[in-house]
Structure formats: C-alpha cells, structure tokens
C-alpha cells in the first residue's frame, strides 16, 4: 500500500531507512542489487544473493519523493 503511494522501484523500497524521511519527503538514495559468480570456465553463473548498495542506478534515480497524507499514515 505504501508503494501504490510514493512509486518507488522494488530494490529502491527495499533499502529504505528511517532516516531518509525528512520531514514531507523522502530520500531515495540506495537500492538493492543482486549479485553474481561467474565460474572459472565462465559457464555457471551462481547467484550470491542481495546487498544493498548505498548510491542509485543513476543520477536521476537519487530523488526526493513527496509522502502525501496516506503514505505518511501507512508509515
């Protein structure tokens, strides 16, 4: 419910804080990526799972998103 609200991409919601909300607004500015092994032939690829990175996929993606009156509810 809280997505349907401020729009953010999965991996962006995902690496959420507390402390991104300022006041009416939020901070997008980490997200969640998946990372990978690659075996020494190069014929597997392995998945190692997920960390979250503190920087966006671009320039753009490092936002304030406005938290209208139902998002600041459902937080």
């Known amino acids: 419910m809280f997505n349907f609200q401020v729009g953010l991409r999965i991996g ?6 507390w402390s991104d909300i300022n006041g009416n607004y939020l901070h997008v500015q980490r997200m969640e990526i998946q990372t ?13 799972g997920y960390e979250i990175i503190d920087y966006t996929k671009s320039n753009a993606g490092d936002r304030e998103v406005y938290l209208n009156e139902e998002a600041r509810l459902l937080l």
Do not use: Q
């Not at 690659?38 to 190692?48: E, F, H, Q, V």
């Open 36 to 48: 990978f092994s690659i075996d020494a032939n190069k014929s597997a690829i392995t998945s190692n």
């Open 12 to 17: 962006e919601l995902v690496a959420l804080k």
